[in-house]
């Protein structure tokens, strides 16, 4: 009976100690755990800071369609402007270049700029384009004496109709010397069948 409280014992005694064994191992792994993310966090802090653009920089620009959903992607030279640059002076500058768009841009369909990664290596700008709307409609409005069309704005001459402003009604003629818009192709047709009638 002794024999089979020592065997007993000696059981409860190497689970006791094997489960210290574990949790002993467990707290040491989970340390290490602990450790081991601080030190990637500083790591990645001290790594943040040192991201900055400099003139060795590769700087690829991608160019989106948003229309056809075709992108280029080309490599230029890195602007000087953009020398010396951390991430978030670079996205704010791209804020700021997108708000203050030149017009020769905005009229070749220039939506957005992304910056879509950054390193000290490299950094990926993406400009977004879609093709520019073109006002619908038409402007009428007298000219050497007859019907004339022009584009909406009326800067642009499209054709002459050869409709004579004495076979139009005197109200039609008021509002042709100012001129007036015609929303669409269909109403152009209809008005220039009734002046000719």
Same mark, same amino acid.
């Given at each position: 009976?002794?024999? &089979?409280? *020592?065997? *007993?014992?000696?059981?409860?005694? $190497?689970?006791?100690?094997?489960?210290? =064994?574990?949790? /002993?191992?467990?707290?040491?792994?989970? %340390?290490? $755990?602990?450790?081991?993310?601080?030190?990637?966090?500083?790591?990645? #802090? @001290? #790594?943040?800071?040192? %991201?900055?653009?400099?003139?060795? #920089?590769?700087?690829? =620009?991608?160019?989106?369609?948003?229309?056809?959903?075709?992108? #280029?992607?080309?490599?230029?030279?890195?602007?000087?402007?953009?020398?010396?640059?951390?991430?978030?002076?670079?996205?704010?500058?791209?804020?700021?270049?997108? %708000? !203050?768009? !030149? !017009?020769?841009? %905005?009229? $070749? /369909?220039?939506?957005?700029? &992304? +910056?879509?990664?950054?390193?000290?290596?490299?950094?990926?700008? &993406?400009?977004?384009?879609?093709?520019?709307?073109?006002?619908?409609?038409?402007?009428?409005? *007298?000219?050497?004496?007859?019907? $004339?069309?022009?584009?909406?704005?009326?800067?642009? +001459?499209?054709?002459?109709?050869?409709?004579?402003?004495?076979?139009?009604?005197?109200?039609? @003629?008021?509002?042709?010397?100012? /001129?007036?818009?015609?929303?669409?192709?269909?109403? =152009?047709?209809?008005? =220039?069948?009734?002046?000719?009638?």
């Amino acid at each position: 009976m002794k024999r &089979r409280y *020592i065997v *007993i014992s000696s059981f409860f005694i $190497a689970s006791f100690l094997l489960s210290f =064994l574990c949790y /002993g191992s467990y707290r040491y792994s989970e %340390q290490l $755990a602990q450790e081991k993310k601080e030190k990637n966090r500083i790591e990645q #802090t @001290v #790594t943040k800071k040192e %991201q900055k653009i400099t003139g060795d #920089t590769k700087y690829i =620009l991608e160019i989106y369609n948003e229309d056809s959903g075709e992108l #280029t992607r080309e490599q230029q030279g890195i602007p000087s402007e953009y020398i010396g640059m951390e991430r978030k002076e670079l996205e704010s500058y791209l804020k700021k270049c997108v %708000q !203050a768009m !030149a !017009a020769d841009e %905005q009229e $070749a /369909g220039l939506s957005d700029m &992304r +910056l879509i990664s950054f390193s000290s290596e490299e950094i990926i700008l &993406r400009k977004y384009y879609r093709e520019p709307e073109q006002e619908k409609g038409f402007f009428l409005r *007298i000219l050497d004496g007859e019907v $004339a069309i022009y584009d909406r704005s009326g800067n642009k +001459l499209y054709e002459k109709t050869g409709i004579s402003v004495k076979n139009i009604p005197e109200e039609e @003629v008021k509002k042709l010397k100012k /001129g007036y818009i015609v929303e669409n192709e269909k109403d =152009l047709y209809s008005i =220039l069948e009734n002046f000719s009638s």
